[in-house]
């Protein structure tokens, strides 16, 4: 009887030695040795860092120290920590990166090629080009060919990535009915219509993804058309604004314009409305996966980045600039001074893709984010057409 009570006994004390020990494990502490002679044993405080990468298999080097290849946890003791991951044929990732005792950071690496390939979308010659609200549509007019061949076209960029390579998209409307390809256009709010006003004064509403073939004339209805997208628009703000945390609607109807909801809908990207310090939304800081201060001061006109999961939010840029988020949910893609840049939500790792000839501010994220679409010609005798910067 005794045996078995004894046997009982150490097996409970080795449950919950492994218990303490899987606990202590999990919260950053680790067994060591000091002084050198191996007979000093004490437990340290540690923090995690989860590298990754994609492309995966790059090198992570801590204080440019080469330390283990991305998709790996590392074990450090808590302080600042210069970490880079490379990879051949890829522009290096680097950030500063802050370790804290029992907690876990990130270090998540879009690495983009140094030398991107550049595919022509369209060959027709095109202009006017301009994107949806979902990033998804492309419309834009040609000018350069026959009546038949002239006119409005919308390009989905949603569909297979190579599909649409050396084609022209959908024709909406040729010039043989009117002088569309001289037409402004504008997408409805709900991105299923397009507005062209042409010189003439008459303005057409179309479909935005197939043939019209009797485009429809609205000259004479125009402002009810207008007042029927200014409540689209409505009520897509009002549907963004009811996907946000309920203590985090108030400060953004105060100070958010122009939200923009990231792929997975977990940040949002906006212009400051007023300048004004923000609250905190939860009732205690919690710890962040994120390195980067927080900035609750705001600016008006500045474009800033709301990270919702870590009530955090990121100064991005003065507000000149129109930033598209890329579908990793993590980086914006943007022009500025002729150059096509992206960025990591937080503003960090700034990179210039492509600094080539092409129309400024036109840059266009494919959704599957395997590239940008700009405008540009490669000479100055050809007309302008879409070309794609590949970033896979």
Do not use: C
């Not at 419309?139 to 038949?148: C, G, H, L, Q, R």
């Not at 297979?160 to 256009?185: C, H, M, P, W, Y």
């Not at 900035?295 to 990270?307: A, E, F, L, N, P």
């Amino acid at each position: 009887m005794n045996r078995i009570l004894i046997s009982a006994t150490l097996v409970l004390a080795l449950i919950i030695a492994a218990t303490v020990a899987a606990i202590l494990y999990a919260n950053g502490y680790r067994l060591s040795f000091g002084g050198g002679t191996g007979t000093i044993k004490f437990i340290e405080g540690t923090g995690l860092l989860v590298a990754t990468s994609r492309p995966d298999g790059a090198k992570v080097l801590i204080n440019n120290h080469l330390t283990t290849a991305t998709n790996n946890t590392i074990n450090l003791a808590p302080g600042d920590y210069n970490v880079k991951i490379e990879k051949d044929g890829y522009v290096t990732w680097q950030k500063k990166i802050i370790i804290k005792k029992s907690f876990v950071s990130e270090a998540n690496a879009l690495l983009l090629p140094t030398t991107p390939k550049l595919e022509a979308v369209t060959t027709i010659g095109i202009s006017n080009i301009l994107m949806d609200a979902s990033q998804t549509l492309l419309a834009f007019t040609v000018a350069s060919n026959s009546a038949t061949k002239n006119g409005i076209y919308s390009l989905d960029m949603s569909a297979r990535s190579l599909i649409f390579l050396g084609e022209s998209g959908t024709q909406l409307v040729n010039d043989i009915t009117d002088n569309f390809s001289a037409g402004k256009l504008t997408f409805s709010p709900n991105s299923k219509q397009l507005l062209a006003a042409l010189p003439s004064g008459t303005s057409y509403l179309l479909d935005a993804r197939s043939s019209n073939q009797t485009p429809q004339d609205i000259t004479n209805s125009l402002l009810v058309a207008r007042q029927d997208w200014a409540q689209q628009q409505t009520e897509r703000d009002k549907k963004i604004m009811n996907s946000l945390p309920s203590k985090l609607a108030p400060i953004a109807s105060l100070y958010f314009a122009n939200m923009a909801p990231s792929p997975n809908a977990d940040k949002i990207l906006y212009n400051a409305s007023s300048s004004a310090e923000l609250l905190r939304v939860t009732e205690a800081s919690t710890p962040s996966v994120n390195s980067t201060a927080d900035q609750r001061s705001i600016k008006k006109g500045y474009t800033y980045v709301y990270d919702i999961k870590e009530d955090k939010n990121y100064e991005i840029g003065d507000g000149s600039n129109k930033y598209f988020w890329h579908a990793d949910d993590r980086h914006l893609v943007y022009a500025q001074t002729g150059h096509v840049n992206v960025v990591e939500f937080d503003g960090g790792n700034l990179t210039t893709v492509y600094d080539g000839p092409f129309v400024d501010s036109l840059v266009f994220p494919w959704p599957d984010g395997s590239g940008i679409a700009i405008l540009s010609r490669l000479s100055q005798s050809v007309p302008y057409n879409l070309y794609r910067i590949g970033l896979q």
